[in-house]
């Protein structure tokens, strides 16, 4: 396609989702003062950005960044930790603070995301299956992929034929042909669950979900949530990390299982220092402003193309990823090449689908980012499996997501 054209497409996207936009720059601007509350409230100072050694005994900006999370989140604590390598990391440390041998587990929107099938079921890697930790999964209607939905029914009798100690729910669009949950669905699993069984848990995979509405799960009746710190709530400037956040004594459970039974959240030394997490946060909700534009901004522009993508233009996204139905596995790579070569970082690189550690299919991953695998940075990656859905997520300036979709629409179509 003639770059003309392209950028004739993008323009006339642009112009049918101003409302669209409108509301977004509503939600970023909430979103900041809460941020900026919970910098108040802890009074942080120049001083919580060193770093520590060796145990890292009252380490203040360790603690303090904590509570400058919690707050945000709207959680009585949580654990934010450098250490933490991945998402994945996170969501492990929320399992295992939640669940004991002989437990069962209920994931109630499908199959949770890949790098946590080991994590589950593996058979001897320490997965929660060696430790007697019984699981089931409930997958969501997804009748409607522009608005899927809990499985109420099933919910309500699964519950009723068996103790369940914790439901788990994951937030974003996943690998699926699926829109995001809203917070506001959680909101309600979290009354349906608690009604029919109050002592049963609400875990949420929390990846690229955070600042995206004005509230977060934890403020919706969801014990605990977890992240990676790459994703949204690093706002593109935290190097590395994860958190849990949510119910005071799980988050100490989930500590004592990333440090040890006798030290939990008491120690733990980061001789890098806080500075960039301090940063991010603070970023995150401006960050996250671009990341759903450019989400909208590609799905809408490849829907006026004819293409299959989400999120619909009517409805407001409810993660930072738009996904979109390619007709061939060339194209996919293509889009994915388009990306890659305007991205800032390694520009010059070509991706090529891979095996991926953790992953069931082949994955083809547009990735130029300066945080290398970030995904709040405008990224592309898709498993390579019919029907060829392409998932783009991230943008740190939103004019770099303008670049991306008039990029790829001139490469995919011809
Ligand atoms: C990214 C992601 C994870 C895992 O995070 P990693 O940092 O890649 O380990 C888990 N769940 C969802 C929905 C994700 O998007």
């Keep these: 396609m003639r770059k003309e054209k392209a950028a004739e497409i993008v323009t006339n996207a642009e112009r049918d989702l101003a409302k669209r936009f409108a509301e977004i720059d509503e939600i970023a601007l909430f979103n900041q003062e809460k941020v900026l509350k919970a910098f108040y409230n802890n009074a942080v100072q120049a001083r919580h950005f060193y770093g520590s050694t060796g145990y890292g005994y009252d380490d203040a900006g360790r603690e303090t960044l904590g509570k400058v999370f919690a707050d945000a989140l709207g959680a009585e604590s949580a654990l934010v930790s450098p250490l933490i390598s991945s998402g994945t990391q996170a ?53 409607a992929p522009e608005n899927p939905d809990f499985d109420f029914p099933a919910i309500e009798k699964a519950l009723k034929k068996e103790k369940i100690k914790a439901v788990f729910a994951g937030r974003s669009r996943g690998y699926e042909w699926r829109d995001a949950i809203s917070v506001e669905k959680i909101g309600v699993l979290a009354d349906f669950v608690k009604k029919i069984s109050p002592e049963t848990l609400v875990l949420v995979d929390n990846c690229y979900g955070e600042f995206v509405e004005k509230t977060e799960p934890t403020e919706v009746g969801a014990d605990l949530i977890a992240g990676s710190l790459i994703k949204n709530i690093g706002g593109g400037v935290a190097p590395t990390g994860g958190y849990v956040a949510g119910k005071a004594d799980l988050v100490e459970m989930a500590g004592k299982r990333l440090t040890a039974p006798s030290l939990g959240t008491e120690v733990g030394s980061f001789i890098g220092g806080y500075m960039q997490y301090f940063q991010g946060i603070f970023l995150a909700p401006q960050v996250v402003k671009n990341a759903v534009k450019s989400a909208h901004l590609f799905a809408k522009s ?50 090529v689908p891979w095996a991926m550690p953790g992953y069931q299919n082949d994955v083809i991953m547009a990735a130029g980012a300066f945080v290398q695998g970030s995904s709040i940075e405008l990224s592309a990656d898709s498993p390579i499996k019919e029907p060829y859905i392409v998932y783009v997520q991230g943008a740190l300036t939103y004019e770099h997501a303008v670049i991306a979709v008039r990029k790829t629409l001139e490469k995919v179509l011809p």
């Design 91 to 143: 969501i492990t440390l929320m399992l295992f603070a939640a669940l004991r041998a002989g437990d069962k587990l209920l994931s109630v929107s499908g199959k949770p995301y890949d790098t946590l099938s080991d994590v589950i079921s593996g058979k001897n890697c320490g997965s929660l299956a060696d430790y007697g930790v019984n699981f089931d999964c409930i997958p969501l209607d997804t009748s």
């Design 302 to 351: 490849f829907a006026t193309q004819g293409f299959d993508a989400l999120p619909a233009d009517k409805r407001a996204a409810y993660d930072i990823v738009a996904s979109i139905k390619m007709n061939s596995e060339q194209q996919l790579v293509r889009f994915c090449e388009a990306v890659q070569s305007v991205s800032p970082v390694d520009s010059n690189v070509v991706p």
